[in-house]
């Protein structure tokens, strides 16, 4: 696979997308920052920290994969949704909505 993905994340999954590079980028670095900021949380866990800062801190980790989430969602439907639709792939839309009441669960 190109621009450093692991080749074994097509495997993973039934179903794919080719991402540009930008958005390859901006979803790894999302993810990367996410990451940083469990391990944090971890750390001050290990640290015996204040239970409010570790509240403060994972209430940051959550906006921050709601973000990331909003962000992959709306170019979800803004790609693979509209094209599908486009070519009558009407289950898609049934697939979105089934996916959006989870999220808002």
Do not use: W
């Not at 540009?20 to 750390?43: A, T, V």
């Not at 204040?50 to 790609?79: E, M, P, W």
């Amino acid at each position: 696979m190109d621009r450093d993905r692991p080749a074994e994340a097509a495997a993973c999954c039934e179903r794919s997308k080719e991402r540009g590079e930008e958005e390859y980028r901006d979803l790894l670095n999302r993810l990367s920052r996410i990451e940083g900021q469990i391990r944090g949380i971890r750390g001050m866990v290990e640290r015996s920290a204040y239970c409010i800062d570790i509240l403060n801190q994972v209430s940051a980790a959550g906006n921050a994969l709601n973000s990331f989430t909003k962000v992959l969602l709306a170019s979800h439907i803004r790609s693979c949704v509209a094209e599908d639709v486009r070519e009558g792939r009407e289950d898609k839309l049934e697939e979105l909505v089934n996916t959006l009441q989870r999220l808002m669960k």
